[in-house]
Antibody
Framework: EVQLVQSGAEVKKPGESLRISCKGSEYTFTSSWFGWVRQMPGKGLEWMGI????????EYSPSFEGQVTISADKATSTAYLQWSSLKASDSAMYYCVRRAGTYRQYYFDYWGQGTLVTVSS | QSVLTQPPSVSGAPGQRVTISCTGSGSNFGATSDVHWYQQLPGTAPKLLIS???VRPSGVPDRFSGSKSGTSASLAITGLQAEDEADYYCQSYDSSLNGFFVFGTGTKVTVL
């Protein structure tokens, strides 16, 4: 079964940088797209972007483009979500997901356990 | 940009049937857009519940069912159980040139 194991909770100050990770099952990592979904406290789900680890092709939601960087290391089957300068409004739970589906009818079939990011001075 | 609207909450007694609607708007959400559903139990990550409008993944009880007609989709839970108390989200894919994933606004199901 596919497993997505995310890095642990983080507490950071505004202006600091951060990279969180998501390690996938090796046998599926380079043949699937992986993405990130944000859930702010008490709020709904927001898609941030996705990456194809085999060639690092990346697509971003317009709401998050320029705000975060998504990357992947296929040698370690790990996807990353990175901020260069955190804001308090980045405080949220972040989920790693695997994309499934058919052409332009996509969904997320596997979810990581979530990484809680808290940004506070 | 497409928007998927759900009722904020629905409730029912154990054993009852409840339905959650998911209504699309925007020029890029049409009759050909499939809808998928996720269940998020309290304090846990979301889990895929229904794909392609009606398909239940292995392990999902058959009391959960989905349907779609035109630009509206529904999730039904029959024989409601206490363990079904959770948040439910619909999701579709905006098939415009810059396609992206759209989530519904979410529905809290309360078992009375």
């Amino acid at each position: 079964e596919v497993q997505l194991v995310q890095s642990g909770a983080e507490v950071k100050k505004p202006g600091e940088s951060l990279r969180i990770s998501c390690k996938g099952s090796e046998y599926t990592f380079t043949s699937s797209w992986f993405g990130w979904v944000r859930q702010m406290p008490g709020k709904g789900l927001e898609w941030m972007g996705i990456i194809y680890p085999d060639d690092s092709d990346t697509e971003y939601s317009p709401s998050f483009e320029g705000q975060v960087t998504i990357s992947a290391d296929k040698a370690t089957s790990t996807a990353y979500l990175q901020w260069s300068s955190l804001k308090a409004s980045d405080s949220a739970m972040y989920y790693c997901v695997r994309r499934a589906g058919t052409y332009r009818q996509y969904y997320f079939d596997y979810w990581g356990q979530g990484t809680l990011v808290t940004v506070s001075s | 940009q497409s928007v998927l609207t759900q009722p904020p909450s629905v409730s029912g007694a154990p054993g009852q049937r409840v339905t959650i609607s998911c209504t699309g708007s925007g020029s890029n959400f049409g009759a050909t857009s499939d809808v998928h559903w996720y269940q998020q139990l309290p304090g846990t990550a979301p889990k895929l519940l229904i794909s392609f409008n009606t398909v239940r993944p292995s392990g999902v009880p058959d009391r959960f069912s989905g349907s779609k007609s035109g630009t509206s989709a529904s999730l039904a839970i029959t024989g409601l159980q206490a363990e079904d108390e959770a948040d439910y989200y619909c999701q579709s894919y905006d098939s415009s040139l810059n396609g992206f994933f759209v989530f519904g606004t979410g529905t809290k199901v309360t078992v009375l």
